[in-house]
């Protein structure tokens, strides 16, 4: 597709189970951004890859959560024994290069914990 | 750190009306400045990118500014319609390339 690509679109699991999310980034793109929204709430960036370089981890909340990306392919956001505040919409977003480029975000994930 | 806030938080208007939307960042250390509509339950969608060399980026109604060096942004919206109704978030790209996001400013535009 032409787009970022995020899946699902919509998730809901119970407390404690682990969820995987999955974004698609356009073909290209060398830089990757996960970013979480609470309902009402801000865009909080969670972590950042740049090519084969070491990721930016700093913005992940807690070592519940863990995210992968292959060389400059899909990334999995992943989150172990998900609590109730987790529940928000993670968006995912790339760009051409890391500086003075565009980013373009898919569509997001609802994660909803109950 | 970086701190991006933008005015007003909500705005509500007339069909035909111009909209103002502010944003304003605490450190002009910044590569480029971009202007985003979210719709409810939606991703974000780029409107505009304003280099940091740049002083205004215009696209159809859109126009946007940036005053780098005291740490400004303003998206016009000319002749607004319903359609427009949306958050409109803006974000800067620092040196340290971590996109940094205002909470949004929630435009109604009533017919």
């Known amino acids: 597709g032409a787009g970022v690509s995020q899946s699902p679109s919509n998730k809901v699991t119970e407390k404690g189970k682990d969820v995987e999310l999955r974004c698609d980034p356009i073909?290209?793109?060398?830089?990757l951004y996960w970013y979480r929204q609470r309902l009402g709430q801000g865009l909080e960036f969670l972590i950042y890859?740049?090519?084969?370089?070491?990721?930016?981890k700093s913005g992940l909340p807690s070592d519940r959560f863990s995210a992968e990306r292959t060389g400059e392919s899909v990334s999995t956001l992943t989150i172990q024994r998900t609590q109730q505040e987790d529940s928000a919409v993670y968006l995912c977003?790339?760009?051409?290069?890391?500086?003075?480029?565009?980013?373009?975000f898919g569509q997001g994930t609802r994660l909803t914990v109950v | 750190k970086q701190e991006v806030t933008q005015i007003p938080a909500a705005l509500s208007v007339p069909e035909g009306e111009n909209l103002v939307l502010n944003c304003s960042f605490t450190?002009?250390?910044?590569?480029?400045l971009q202007w985003f509509r979210q719709d409810p339950g939606k991703g974000l969608t780029s409107l505009l990118l304003?280099?940091?060399?740049?002083r205004e980026q215009t696209s159809g109604r859109l126009n946007a500014s940036l005053d780098k060096s005291s740490g400004r942004s303003t998206l016009y919206i000319a002749a607004s319609q319903p359609g427009d109704s949306a958050t409109y978030l803006c974000?800067?790209?620092?040196?340290?390339?971590?996109?940094?996001f205002g909470a949004g400013t929630t435009v109604t535009v009533r017919a």
């Open positions: 977003a790339s760009t051409l290069r890391s500086l003075n480029t565009e980013a373009f």
């Open positions: 073909s290209g793109h060398t830089a």
């Open positions: 890859f740049q090519g084969n370089s070491a990721p930016d």
């Open positions: 450190d002009s250390a910044i590569y480029n």
């Open positions: 304003i280099q940091s060399s740049q």
């Open positions: 974000a800067v790209s620092p040196p340290d390339y971590k996109l940094s």
